[in-house]
């Protein structure tokens, strides 16, 4: 170890982290809130605001999508208890993420490199513009990275409890840091098994086998939480059980065969999502669904033929609700151009759950069938976690006879996997059984991963038609030189610096690998863009560290390092000062004017003076949360929210330049969204 650096070099790094600080801060407060944190925000932090997503008090251990990134999640939701719910609030977390960032990669330079390289290297970790925007977002990308920053220093100096605890919660933070979690490990092993002999006397092997799984005690703390958060995640899936739903049949009358063939009948569920109801017969005036949750009943039809629709039976279970469509205290009728739309608000019904999330499930079996569904899905879990102590067990053993690994690590990497799979398993499941985990590429690891970094962290601004070509033959020829020097390096003996390189490049190398396995084992789809943001750090880490090794070797070797951080830094510092904005984060360009819109809307409507009714605004989908959350923070009082599948007929439109229909009248245009405000009528 190096021990630190000099007086200057601390004050010139503790300048770049108030400065990038400032920088990712200013963010945090002036970029509005882009869609997927808006979506966040309505589905997991205030619910209450959209009924149709109300999951009351345990909304943020719902998995229905992958938006929710559950501790930067729990963490938003306290934010918002102590701060309100402004954008910075939201985002408190992120800015957690981003001061873990800087202090770890602060501490790792410090004891590893000289006070140049440690300096430079700061400002390289924070030159990124892509990585800087989710440090800076209400997503957990920001906090996954400075936990991983965190689990790197710790186990860099060989302190493996720590390490995986970080790295824990860094999964907890972003499910994609499985990977590095994995990784952390399986060196972690390798670097334990260079401290032992390849056999293990007899006389030993007694007391060195003692113990290699957890005590009684953790085990049993660990059971007791797995089973709480297994029964509040499993307690927010509507999917827990197809007992728990009725089935419903629905029967038309009046309408002859023809009609009944241009009939769609829909279910719409506790999310506002639409499906079709298969028909029971071709020829029959029925259909028919059973063992998924139905909150209303949707009839689409021709409008030319909706007159002739007689009376329509609901059956939900044993029990028939008929009623007339055209009374508007059982259905409500929209007249969608040629189409009329039905939709029930009767109630349906007798048996409704006393659970406010399922309550208005019309076709609900009984509460009782519910909570023996959750004791189950606890049990199942409990038994899995028991069978993975099981298997731990053996391996351990097996790992401490042959030298590969010592009892007391051991029982810290099994007891650190076994709080892994009890607090990420029931969610990757659940996410994995409903095929959210659909975000990634099929074409291959560079093609999908190193590539989209690459693009992503040129932010959209083009230097040359092969830019992307010629920095990842840059990163490949850097590993090139890497392997070359480190043959010769470690014939001798290697530099501290060479050693941490060659750590990082072998987390790096395991995540690859693993991402591969994945793929061909599991069928999971590559990393891609933020997803794979936990490459960037780790690959600059990397390439300061090895700069640093060529430094410690002198001749030609040190000109080459220095040239390799020098030509680096003032790419990115360059490209920094070409890309450093307030107004927008790259994957959310669209969102850029959301919050200048509601407030020039309000403008419009004030100025137009009272009419005697709310104006209503139709949002284009890809806008719809974030138009929903500033609408909710503003509170226009004459101004109604109507975002797309609603029929509401609206006054004003919100929308992309090149979707705006024609006669339009434009009201003001945002050219960094690409989006106009207009007015429809």
């Given at each position: ?10 004050g010139?790094?503790a300048l ?9 801060a200013?963010?945090a ?7 997927d944190e ?12 959209v ?10 251990f ?16 306290l ?9 910075v609030?939201l ?8 001061a ?5 990669s602060t501490t790792?330079l410090?004891?590893?490199t ?6 430079a290297?700061l ?9 800087l925007d989710f ?14 920053m ?10 493996l409890?720590?390490a995986l605890l970080?790295?824990t ?9 499985l ?6 490990v ?6 334990v ?7 293990v006397p007899?006389?030993?092997l007694?007391?060195t086998t003692e ?13 007791a ?16 059980s ?22 769609r ?5 506790l999310?506002?999502?639409?499906a079709?109801?298969p ?24 409008a030319?033929?909706?007159?002739r ?5 609901v059956?939900?279970?044993n029990?028939?609700f008929?009623?007339d469509?055209?009374?508007?205290d ?8 040629a ?7 009767q109630r ?7 659970i ?9 079996a009984?509460?009782r069938?519910y909570?023996?569904?959750i ?6 879990t ?9 298997v ?6 097996v ?8 009892p007391?690590?051991w ?6 996997v076994?709080?892994l799979?009890?607090?990420a398993?029931?969610?990757?499941y659940?996410?994995?059984?409903d095929r959210?985990?659909?975000?990634g590429?099929t074409?291959?690891?560079v ?9 992503s962290s040129?932010?959209?601004?083009i230097?040359?038609s ?16 890497f392997v ?6 470690f014939?001798q003996k ?9 750590r ?5 190398a395991?995540v690859?690998a ?10 999971t789809?590559?990393?891609v ?7 960037i750090?780790?690959y ?6 090895f700069c ?7 001749h030609?070797?040190?000109?080459a390092?220095?040239s ?5 830094l ?10 450093a ?13 959301t919050?200048?819109?509601?407030t020039?809307?309000e ?6 003076g ?6 209503v605004?139709?949002?284009e989908?890809?806008?719809g949360?974030a ?9 226009p ?13 609206t ?5 992309a330049?090149r979707h705006?229909?024609a ?6 245009q ?6 106009v ?5």
């Open positions: 170890m190096r021990g630190g650096i000099v007086p200057w070099a601390r010139a790094q770049i982290a108030l400065a990038f600080g400032a920088f990712v200013a963010r407060v002036r970029v509005p809130l882009t869609y808006a979506a966040t925000y309505i589905r997991y932090i205030a619910p209450h605001i009924p149709e997503f109300d999951a009351g008090t345990l909304a943020v719902n998995f229905e999508v992958a938006t929710n990134h559950l501790l930067n999640t729990v963490l938003t939701k934010a918002t208890v102590a701060a309100g719910s402004s954008e609030a985002r408190l977390p992120a800015l957690l993420g981003y873990l960032y800087v202090w770890f790792i410090r004891r590893l000289t006070s140049l390289v440690a300096v290297g400002l390289l970790l924070n030159l990124n513009p892509y990585l440090f800076a977002l209400s997503r957990g990308y920001g906090l996954g990275i400075g936990l991983m965190g689990a790197l220093s710790f186990w860099l100096k060989g302190e409890r720590p970080f790295a919660t860094a999964v907890l933070a972003n499910f994609s840091m990977n590095v979690y994995l990784a952390l399986l060196a972690g092993l390798e670097k098994a260079g401290t032992f002999p390849a056999k007899a006389t030993s007694k007391a113990r290699p799984k957890p005590g009684i005690r953790p085990m049993l703390l660990l059971g939480v797995a089973a709480v958060f297994a029964a509040f995640v499993f307690s927010q899936d509507p999917a827990l197809s007992s728990l739903y009725e089935g419903v049949t629905v029967r038309l009358a009046g309408l002859d065969s023809s009609e009944l063939h241009a009939v009948v829909s279910r719409i569920d999310r506002g999502r639409v079709a109801l028909r029971a017969e071709e020829a029959a005036a029925a259909w028919y669904i059973a063992g998924v949750p139905v909150r209303t009943v949707r009839i689409e039809m021709p030319s033929s909706s007159e629709l007689g009376p329509v039976d059956i939900v279970g029990r028939a008929t009623s469509p055209h009374r508007p059982k259905w409500i009728a929209r007249d969608l151009g189409t009329r739309q039905f939709e029930s608000v349906l019904s007798n048996t409704r759950s006393a406010r999330e399922f309550a208005a499930v019309v076709n609900w009984g509460d069938q909570f023996v569904a004791v189950r899905a606890v049990g199942v409990l038994l899995i976690l028991a069978i993975v102590a099981v731990l067990g053996a391996v351990g053993t790992g401490i006879r042959i030298g590969l690994t010592r007391a690590e029982r810290t990497i099994s007891l650190s076994m709080w799979a009890a607090l398993g029931p969610p990757l659940l996410l994995r059984r959210q985990l659909y975000f590429g074409r291959g690891l093609p999908d991963t190193f590539y989209s970094l690459i693009d040129f932010y959209g601004r230097y040359a092969n830019q992307s070509h010629l920095v990842f033959a840059a990163i490949v020829g850097i590993v090139a030189v070359a020097f480190s043959l010769r390096a014939r290697p530099s501290v610096a060479l050693l941490a390189a060659a990082v490049a072998a987390v790096i395991i690859c693993s991402l591969l396995a994945q793929r061909w084992l599991l069928g789809v590559y990393l863009g933020r997803t794979a943001l936990l490459f750090p780790l600059l880490l990397f390439v300061i560290l640093q090794a060529l430094i410690d070797a002198g030609n070797w040190s000109v390092g220095a390799i951080l020098v030509a680096a003032g790419i990115a510092v360059l490209h920094f000062a070409h890309t904005n307030l107004q927008y984060a790259l994957d959310w360009r669209d969102d850029a004017a919050k200048a819109m509601i020039d809307l403008a419009v409507v004030a100025a137009e009272p009419t005697g009714r709310k104006s605004l139709g949002a989908w890809i806008y949360p138009a929903v959350y500033y609408v909710h923070r503003h509170q009082v004459d101004i109604d929210l109507a975002v797309p599948p609603s029929s509401a007929a006054d004003f439109i919100y929308i330049e705006a229909p006669g339009t009248t434009v009201l003001k945002y050219p960094v969204a690409g989006t405000l207009g007015r429809t009528r």
